[in-house]
């Protein structure tokens, strides 16, 4: 067993959508919200997020070829300067919505989004003791569709979709005691 200078937990914010919450896709729309908590500790160690990735799932979606959609996740609020990781879905190719992740190359590393690359995560650090919150948006309609059929996005983390760092340890963990988190699904009803 490993012991860690501090530990950090995982929930979905109280204010994560779910549910009919929408009656319509839209650019930027709010797909889930977490907070990261890093605990207390003697040290006073930081925890420094390097990278979050997520498990999606849907339910009667799908992106058309023609089609760019991005996916965002942003600390504290939905702001340009609080932008911290984007990936892309390219109008060339077709993708299930499963098919994206926020992969950390380096600190602050950024990769071209033209081409369904992802931009690397950037670090986000949080003092011991204190929370951040972290906002995903989607461009949904561009995978929710003007038909009859009801449909739904999920969002959730798996166990090992958190890489962080406790200031001492100087490579990436990702033990973390409250992943995974069951996904949260927004349902669109039948137009």
């Given at each position: 067993?490993?012991?860690?200078?501090?530990?950090?937990?995982?929930?979905?914010?109280?204010?994560?959508p779910?549910?009919?919450v929408?009656?319509?896709?839209g650019?930027?729309?709010?797909?889930?919200?977490?907070?990261?908590?890093?605990?207390?500790?003697a040290?006073n160690?930081?925890?420094?997020?390097?990278?979050l990735?997520?498990?999606?799932?849907?339910?009667?979606?799908?992106?058309?070829?023609?089609?760019?959609?991005?996916?965002?996740?942003?600390?504290?609020?939905v702001?340009a300067?609080?932008?911290?990781?984007?990936?892309?879905?390219?109008?060339?190719?077709?993708?299930?919505?499963s098919d994206?992740g926020?992969v950390?190359?380096?600190?602050?590393?950024v990769?071209?989004?033209?081409?369904?690359?992802a931009?690397?995560?950037?670090?986000?650090?949080?003092?011991?003791?204190?929370?951040?919150?972290?906002?995903?948006?989607?461009?949904t309609d561009?995978?929710?569709?003007?038909?009859?059929?009801?449909?739904?996005?999920?969002?959730?983390?798996?166990?090992?979709?958190i890489?962080?760092?406790?200031?001492?340890?100087?490579?990436?963990?990702?033990?973390?005691?409250?992943l995974?988190?069951?996904?949260?699904?927004?349902?669109y009803?039948?137009?």
């Open positions: 067993m490993t012991a860690y200078a501090t530990k950090i937990s995982v929930a979905f914010a109280s204010d994560t779910s549910g009919s929408y009656s319509t896709g650019d930027d729309q709010i797909i889930g919200k977490f907070v990261v908590t890093n605990s207390a500790n040290g160690y930081s925890a420094t997020i390097k990278s990735n997520f498990t999606m799932s849907q339910s009667g979606t799908s992106k058309a070829i023609a089609t760019v959609a991005q996916m965002k996740v942003y600390k504290s609020s702001l300067a609080n932008l911290v990781a984007n990936t892309i879905f390219a109008a060339d190719d077709d993708h299930d919505i994206t926020f950390a190359t380096g600190t602050n590393a990769t071209d989004t033209e081409s369904n690359a931009m690397g995560f950037e670090d986000v650090e949080i003092e011991a003791g204190q929370s951040q919150t972290f906002i995903v948006t989607l461009d561009d995978f929710i569709a003007a038909d009859t059929a009801a449909e739904s996005i999920s969002i959730g983390m798996a166990s090992d979709d890489l962080w760092r406790d200031g001492v340890i100087q490579s990436n963990i990702n033990a973390v005691n409250t995974p988190l069951s996904s949260k699904s927004i349902n009803p039948a137009s």
